[in-house]
């Protein structure tokens, strides 16, 4: 297992894979775009389906390679294929057991023109639904705010969609992050309609609620006999949207209250996931204090650091055989039209990322590559290279579906 392993990353645009190499970024423009748009339904609670009936199943999270003998151990980049073989790793409880797939993509905005198709009857996820409800659990980043109240907040982009689309949420994912920088654009108000809709729609969510305590409080998933906490955090534009002691709203990225939260969840779980929304957007680098906030979560307890926001994908990184994806780039949105030539590829790729873990930790690790259509609908990219743990160290750990 490489400590520190930073995979070098080239943009390859016409094939949807930008593969970058880790150093600093500098900060970048606005995200988006926005318009009112659409509310949801659900506050905090227990899990969604994650699928429709029947297909959620243990197994791999892309579904697309046999399984590598080898294994990946706790580790690596992935592109593609499937678990290691039983026993080998950490597993579920057992180690013969072949361990829980949890499947992450990035940020999910359901508001503008995605929102329009989605409200034609069209279904956002239908084009990498093989991924999504084959996996034990899934989980993504909500960047709009569901609701059908408030006045948008001063600033460039607003997003907010309409609460149907909290059913088609909870057809595909088991959790949704709150914590992101859309998530307040309509106020307090709005953001506290958007966790009861989510509740009652049965969409869990991550990352905000009510008051501090709360938005701070991991939301821990039971599946195989494992526990897995999640928390949600963000530290990009505007910190009126954190949450106050008796007032809704988001849980912000401090160095010493992230310590804390990871170190309470790991006395309550047997994986800790940290999710932030962080960096800069466009930066195909991940900044220093992304990398410094990664390896405090890991230092006190953390197995796997998922981070979203910049929309493009930004490197990966092995530290203390725990993985840190710094950016997993857009996953439904349309800011392809609202950037340049030069940044309308890189925009409309992102990595959808599956891990297999068990009670030791990760015991592999894959992404593969969707674009976005011209709905802002994720779509698979066959033949791409991604980050992959069964990946030729002389090849930066990348791999083929």
Request: aromatic share 8%.
């Amino acid at each position: 297992m490489k400590r520190f392993l930073l995979i070098p990353l080239l943009i390859m645009a016409l094939v949807g894979c930008t593969a970058l190499s880790a150093g600093p970024a500098d900060p970048g423009g606005g995200s988006g775009s926005g318009a009112a748009g659409e509310t949801g339904a659900g506050p905090q609670g227990g899990p969604a389906n994650g699928g429709t009936p029947g297909d959620q199943a243990a197994g791999d999270g892309t579904g697309t390679a046999a399984p590598d003998p080898s294994g990946g151990a706790a580790a690596g980049q992935d592109g593609s294929g499937t678990g290691d073989s039983p026993g080998d790793g950490a597993g579920a409880p057992g180690e013969g057991s072949p361990g829980v797939t949890i499947t992450f993509v990035g940020d999910i905005m359901l508001a503008r023109r995605p929102g329009e198709y989605l409200a034609m009857g069209e279904d956002p996820f239908a084009g990498v639904a093989d991924v999504l409800t084959r996996s034990d659990l899934t989980v993504g980043n909500l960047e709009c705010v569901v609701s059908t109240v408030g006045e948008p907040v001063p600033k460039w982009f607003n997003f907010r969609c309409h609460p149907r689309v909290v059913p088609v949420l909870a057809r595909y994912f088991d959790a949704v992050s709150v914590a992101n920088n859309h998530s307040g654009d309509y106020g307090k108000e709005a953001f506290a309609e958007q966790l009861r809709l989510l509740r009652e729609g049965g969409v869990a969510y991550f990352g905000g609620g009510m008051n501090f305590a709360e938005a701070h409080r991991p939301l821990i998933l039971e599946q195989g006999g494992l526990k897995i906490a999640l928390l949600g955090y963000n530290n990009v534009e505007l910190r009126s949207y954190e949450a106050g002691p008796d007032t809704p709203g988001l849980a912000w990225l401090e160095p010493d209250q992230l310590a804390a939260d990871v170190r309470a969840a790991k006395e309550q779980a047997d994986i800790v996931v940290v999710y932030p929304h962080w960096g800069y957007d466009y930066m195909f680098w991940h900044a220093e204090d992304q990398a410094e906030l990664a390896r405090i979560a890991i230092d006190n307890g953390a197995d796997l650091v998922v981070g979203n926001h910049p929309h493009v994908t930004q490197p990966v990184e092995i530290y203390k055989d725990r993985l840190i994806a710094y950016s997993l780039g857009n996953f439904v949105f349309d800011d392809f039209l609202d950037v340049g030539p030069d940044l309308a590829e890189p925009a409309r790729t992102s990595w959808v990322l599956t891990v297999t873990v068990g009670r030791d930790g990760i015991r592999h690790w894959e992404t593969r590559v969707a674009r976005t259509d011209d709905r802002g609908f994720p779509q698979w990219i066959e033949g791409a290279a991604s980050p992959c743990s069964d990946g030729a160290p002389e090849d930066g750990y990348l791999c083929y579906p």
